[in-house]
């Protein structure tokens, strides 16, 4: 049987892009991350990246958070990442050109993931 191990999910709006991540963001998810963060900077929209859910961030994981916040048209928002996913951005100094935001703020036309763009998920097989 095979579990889950992480997934990336591409939303958006008319105003903003959302890039969901859950469960574990890691090398075994590169493929899927680079392509979701390709397709968020190309729509050129404010990005929240929803870390909610994240579990486990290597290093491949946040090389794209650089990408991102290096690229954006505007300040990315990191919402309510777990206390782990914010020591790992203090450390790189990557809280210095993204907002860590307490509280989500919502997501334009109703609950996020109202226009679902991409999916993938990972499975490991046992």
Request: proline share 6%.
């Amino acid at each position: 049987m095979s579990e889950p191990i992480g997934q990336v999910t591409v939303r958006t709006s008319a105003t903003r892009t959302r890039l969901v991540l859950s469960g574990e963001v890691d090398m075994s998810l590169a493929d899927e991350l680079s392509a979701a963060v390709d397709e968020v900077l190309a729509l050129r929209l404010p990005v929240d990246v929803d870390a909610r859910e994240v579990t486990f961030l290597d290093s491949s994981g946040l090389s794209k958070l650089v990408q991102l916040a290096a690229s954006s048209a505007t300040r990315p928002r990191l919402i309510e990442p777990p206390d782990f996913v914010t020591f790992l951005l203090e450390v790189t100094r990557l809280d210095e050109v993204m907002d860590i935001v307490a509280t989500d703020p919502g997501f334009p036309d109703g609950e996020p993931g109202s226009d679902l763009v991409g999916l993938s998920d990972r499975r490991d097989a046992v």
